[in-house]
């Protein structure tokens, strides 16, 4: 059990100085810039250390980790308030979107929302249906992730990262979802194939996000993927 929790520590470290490595090469030098990657720090080490609190102190009293999602949803959205200024124009916990690229997001979204559902019926594993399990995938899941991934850490090293980078067009978002996808997995259970689809995934609604300036389209996005590949690996059974 020890070793186990130490590769997950371990693991988080490695994703944490990646973030940091590859935020500080594509990043606008000055000191604000500086500041914004100590938060960036600051709110990865807290959102994980909210995560396996429960576990720590043996309070996960449910079948699903309902306590540590709920922890993580209050820490991201305590560490969005208090760090709010540092955002500059990269903040996207707002509803109102850029109308002018709204058509072409919502595109992008719906061949998304198939591409994942087809993944769903190819590899998903057949399981019996599950009402808690619904609810909990496609709203706790989605406002955890949504919010870390999207509105914090996608909204802060957006806010510090050059828009391009060499050949590489908005690299804040290209890390963000690389991040979201090695986030899927760990030490012990690395699908590559998984965790593939995940970057990609993280990629998409991360351009999503900042084209539309808001991340209601992604927790759209998000819950419809979550909920209707559950349904599909039912159906399946």
């Given at each position: 059990?020890?070793?186990?929790?130490?590769?997950?520590?371990?693991?988080?470290?490695?994703?944490?100085?990646?973030?940091?490595?590859?935020?500080?090469?594509?990043?606008?030098?000055?000191?604000?810039?500086?500041?914004?990657?100590?938060?960036?720090?600051?709110?990865?080490?807290?959102?994980?250390?909210?995560?396996?609190?429960?576990?720590?102190?043996?309070?996960q009293n449910?079948?699903?980790?309902?306590?540590?999602?709920?922890?993580?949803?209050?820490?991201?959205?305590?560490?969005?308030?208090?760090?709010?200024?540092?955002?500059?124009?990269?903040?996207?916990?707002?509803?109102?979107?850029?109308?002018?690229?709204?058509?072409?997001?919502?595109?992008?979204?719906?061949?998304?929302?198939?591409?994942?559902?087809?993944?769903?019926?190819?590899?998903?594993?057949?399981?019996?249906?599950?009402?808690?399990?619904?609810?909990?995938?496609?709203?706790?899941?989605?406002?955890?992730?949504?919010?870390?991934?999207?509105?914090i850490?996608?909204?802060?090293?957006?806010?510090?990262?050059?828009?391009?980078?060499?050949?590489?067009?908005?690299?804040?978002?290209?890390?963000?979802?690389?991040?979201?996808?090695l986030?899927?997995?760990?030490?012990?259970?690395?699908?590559?194939?998984?965790?593939?689809?995940?970057?990609?995934?993280?990629?998409?609604?991360?351009?999503?996000?900042?084209?539309?300036?808001?991340?209601?389209?992604?927790?759209?996005?998000?819950?419809?993927?979550?909920?209707?590949?559950?349904l599909?690996?039912?159906?399946?059974?």
């Open positions: 059990m020890l070793s186990f929790f130490a590769g997950i520590v371990l693991y988080q470290v490695m994703l944490l100085v990646l973030i940091l490595i590859f935020a500080f090469v594509c990043m606008k030098k000055s000191k604000e810039n500086y500041y914004r990657l100590g938060i960036i720090a600051i709110c990865f080490v807290f959102y994980f250390l909210m995560r396996i609190l429960p576990n720590i102190i043996g309070v449910f079948e699903l980790p309902w306590e540590s999602r709920l922890l993580s949803i209050i820490s991201g959205l305590l560490c969005f308030f208090l760090f709010k200024k540092h955002f500059s124009g990269s903040n996207y916990f707002k509803i109102k979107q850029e109308k002018d690229n709204l058509r072409a997001t919502i595109i992008v979204s719906v061949i998304t929302i198939i591409g994942y559902l087809i993944i769903f019926y190819l590899r998903g594993s057949p399981q019996t249906f599950n009402k808690e399990l619904l609810i909990f995938i496609s709203v706790v899941a989605v406002i955890d992730e949504e919010i870390f991934f999207r509105v850490l996608l909204g802060l090293l957006m806010s510090c990262m050059e828009e391009k980078k060499l050949f590489i067009k908005y690299p804040a978002v290209v890390l963000c979802g690389i991040i979201f996808g986030w899927h997995g760990n030490f012990f259970n690395f699908d590559i194939i998984h965790i593939i689809t995940n970057c990609f995934y993280g990629y998409i609604v991360g351009w999503v996000t900042i084209k539309n300036k808001s991340v209601i389209v992604p927790i759209i996005v998000h819950t419809l993927i979550n909920s209707l590949g559950f599909i690996t039912v159906i399946k059974t």
